[in-house]
């Protein structure tokens, strides 16, 4: 069981709340909209702006600062032991295109924070820490989301993604070029570093926290997400000369499978998510009886075994309700729920306790960089609560108090792991 020791303490006690809501506010300038929120989307020259922000901050402090081939930038903090593997401390500096202050940006910050706190403390870690922020969390400007984690914890290649293209039809490598460009950090390989652990602290964006007046929780782990294409295959017809029995109507076909499957899932606890986003109809005119419908679902729940069992349940009903119409059924993109490291969830939980945030554990049903770092080490989550539970919206806020008391948490906790 790791636990903090009296020097964690002194380090989550040196979190200056005025000082990380005065960065906080300082870095929401870049980007900053009329109605209070920000429009700092990925490989943007706002985004670069930030990542430059955060170097003159470190440089500032005498951190050196790196980034890698994805444009992730990481300000390092050196520890005693030169040589051994770093603790990261990250999240993003990227937004939606009418997003706000705290999603990303405040895990950022407070990392940043957290160097303030042992540095003013006149404390050397043992091993390096490392402050990160990865490139386009969001995926608003362009896909995959996580792009900067995903790359470097290695679930998805690089090489993969640099063809794609961004909204704005540039070319997502070229972009990644010209933002490393002008960022002021040197480069270093993608692989060249492998964390020893990895934590992550992030506003909710729900409103479990503050509807039980709870200012921080612990997160225990991620939904998967699992996109699902059902393509129902009807045949086009006259909509007033072709008789009702004679139809192969893709449309009905595909409102007979929601409401079937929605009956069917109903989740009695209300983990299960099932969303109906996305229905595609062709010819799509009112005088013609439809032809094809591609209907596309998002499926999301922490037990890979339930998501499973509901695209089989998928597969099953799909064919049965869409009769006489055929259908076809295609998984469009999964990932895979994660449980974080029980020995990270058990020293939040006591960083917690020692600072006085009793933190429940809870489960995040947003997706995080924390997904991928999981992959490749022992990572964990914090979450501090947000105004109504808004987020991806320019009046997204949260508490000051809150915001100190969770990076608190967070300071015991990286200072007990980079000295394990
Ligand atoms: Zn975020």
Same mark, same amino acid.
């Given at each position: 069981?790791?636990?903090?020791?009296?020097?964690?303490?002194?380090?989550?006690?040196?979190?200056?709340?005025?000082?990380?809501?005065?960065?906080?506010?300082?870095?929401?300038?870049?980007?900053?909209?009329?109605?209070?929120?920000?429009?700092?989307?990925?490989?943007?020259?706002?985004?670069?702006?930030?990542?430059?922000?955060?170097?003159?901050?470190?440089?500032?402090?005498?951190?050196?600062?790196?980034?890698?081939?994805?444009?992730?930038?990481?300000?390092?903090?050196?520890?005693?032991?030169?040589?051994?593997?770093?603790?990261?401390?990250?999240?993003?500096?990227?937004?939606?295109?009418?997003?706000?202050?705290?999603?990303?940006?405040?895990?950022?910050?407070?990392?940043?924070?957290?160097?303030?706190?042992?540095?003013?403390?006149?404390?050397?870690?043992?091993?390096?820490?490392?402050?990160?922020?990865?490139?386009?969390?969001?995926?608003?400007?362009?896909?995959?989301?996580?792009?900067?984690?995903?790359?470097?914890?290695?679930?998805?290649?690089?090489?993969?993604?640099?063809?794609?293209?961004?909204?704005?039809?540039?070319?997502?490598?070229?972009?990644?070029? &010209?933002?490393?460009?002008?960022? =002021?950090? /040197?480069? $270093?390989?993608?692989?060249? %570093?492998? @964390?020893? !652990?990895?934590?992550?602290?992030?506003?909710?964006?729900?409103?479990?926290?503050?509807?039980?007046?709870?200012?921080?929780?612990?997160?225990?782990?991620?939904?998967?997400?699992?996109?699902?294409?059902?393509?129902?295959?009807?045949?086009?017809?006259?909509?007033?000369?072709?008789?009702?029995?004679?139809?192969?109507?893709?449309?009905?076909?595909?409102?007979?499978?929601?409401?079937?499957?929605?009956?069917?899932?109903?989740?009695?606890?209300?983990?299960?998510?099932?969303?109906?986003?996305?229905?595609?109809?062709?010819?799509?005119?009112?005088?013609?009886?439809?032809?094809?419908?591609?209907?596309?679902?998002?499926?999301?729940?922490?037990?890979?075994?339930?998501?499973?069992?509901?695209?089989?349940?998928?597969?099953?009903?799909?064919? &049965?309700?869409?009769?006489?119409? =055929?259908? /076809?059924? $295609?998984?469009?993109?999964? %990932?895979? @729920?994660? !449980?974080?490291?029980?020995?990270?969830?058990?020293?939040?939980?006591?960083?917690?306790?020692?600072?006085?945030?009793?933190?429940?554990?809870?489960?995040?049903?947003?997706?995080?960089?924390?997904?991928?770092?999981?992959?490749?080490?022992?990572?964990?989550?914090?979450?501090?609560?947000?105004?109504?539970?808004?987020?991806?919206?320019?009046?997204?806020?949260?508490?000051?108090?809150?915001?100190?008391?969770?990076?608190?948490?967070?300071?015991?906790?990286?200072?007990?792991?980079?000295?394990?």
């Amino acid at each position: 069981m790791l636990r903090p020791d009296a020097k964690a303490a002194a380090v989550g006690n040196a979190v200056d709340q005025d000082r990380l809501w005065d960065l906080l506010m300082r870095l929401a300038e870049i980007g900053a909209l009329e109605n209070g929120g920000v429009n700092r989307q990925a490989l943007t020259e706002l985004d670069t702006e930030a990542k430059n922000f955060v170097i003159e901050w470190a440089r500032a402090r005498g951190f050196s600062a790196f980034q890698d081939d994805a444009a992730n930038l990481f300000v390092r903090m050196p520890g005693a032991a030169a040589s051994q593997d770093p603790l990261i401390v990250g999240s993003h500096l990227d937004s939606q295109p009418t997003g706000g202050k705290f999603d990303g940006a405040f895990g950022v910050l407070a990392g940043l924070e957290v160097l303030e706190s042992i540095r003013q403390q006149g404390l050397t870690p043992e091993r390096p820490i490392e402050v990160a922020a990865w490139t386009n969390e969001e995926a608003s400007r362009f896909l995959p989301g996580a792009t900067g984690s995903s790359a470097f914890a290695g679930t998805r290649e690089l090489s993969a993604v640099l063809d794609n293209r961004t909204v704005d039809g540039a070319r997502v490598g070229d972009e990644l070029a &010209a933002s490393i460009a002008a960022t =002021r950090a /040197e480069l $270093r390989p993608i692989h060249s %570093v492998r @964390p020893c !652990a990895s934590l992550e602290i992030h506003i909710e964006q729900g409103p479990i926290l503050e509807q039980a007046g709870l200012p921080v929780g612990i997160v225990k782990g991620i939904q998967g997400v699992r996109r699902i294409q059902v393509e129902i295959l009807g045949e086009t017809a006259h909509a007033g000369t072709t008789q009702q029995a004679l139809r192969k109507d893709a449309l009905d076909g595909a409102a007979r499978i929601m409401v079937s499957l929605r009956s069917l899932t109903k989740d009695y606890d209300d983990i299960l998510r099932l969303t109906f986003g996305r229905i595609d109809s062709f010819p799509n005119s009112p005088g013609t009886v439809t032809g094809k419908v591609r209907l596309t679902i998002d499926l999301r729940h922490p037990d890979k075994a339930v998501m499973d069992k509901v695209e089989g349940l998928i597969r099953e009903v799909a064919p &049965a309700q869409a009769h006489p119409c =055929r259908t /076809e059924v $295609r998984v469009l993109s999964t %990932v895979d @729920p994660i !449980a974080f490291d029980p020995s990270i969830i058990g020293l939040l939980e006591n960083c917690a306790n020692m600072m006085n945030a009793s933190g429940p554990l809870m489960l995040s049903g947003a997706g995080h960089d924390s997904l991928h770092l999981g992959r490749i080490c022992p990572t964990g989550m914090v979450f501090v609560a947000c105004e109504g539970g808004i987020s991806h919206h320019e009046a997204e806020n949260a508490k000051p108090f809150d915001l100190a008391l969770g990076t608190r948490v967070l300071a015991a906790a990286a200072w007990t792991l980079a000295n394990r």
